[in-house]
């Protein structure tokens, strides 16, 4: 375990930039207090990235809510266009 990807994403997401810029500068001062708190034979290099997955979790969400993606969902949903006979 040499590298730990931190993700972060900060309350409502503003200066969201800046927040993982200032934490990537402080990552000397934050892997001693990792070493300090967890006993492992390396400190892990960290490596600080914007989490996007509540934006994945949203558009998601949002694909799921749109009328025709919940009628396809539905129990009831069925293709009534499907012929039955066959040839």
Do not use: Q, W
């Amino acid at each position: 375990m040499r590298n730990a990807t931190v993700f972060v994403m900060p309350l409502n997401g503003a200066n969201a930039t800046e927040i993982v810029a200032g934490l990537k500068r402080s990552t000397p001062f934050l892997k001693r207090l990792v070493a300090r708190e967890v006993a492992l034979r390396y400190t892990p290099e960290l490596i600080f990235e914007l989490d996007i997955s509540f934006d994945r979790a949203d558009r998601i969400a949002a694909l799921l809510a749109r009328p025709d993606v919940k009628r396809d969902l539905c129990l009831g949903g069925a293709r009534t266009d499907i012929r039955d006979d066959v040839g």
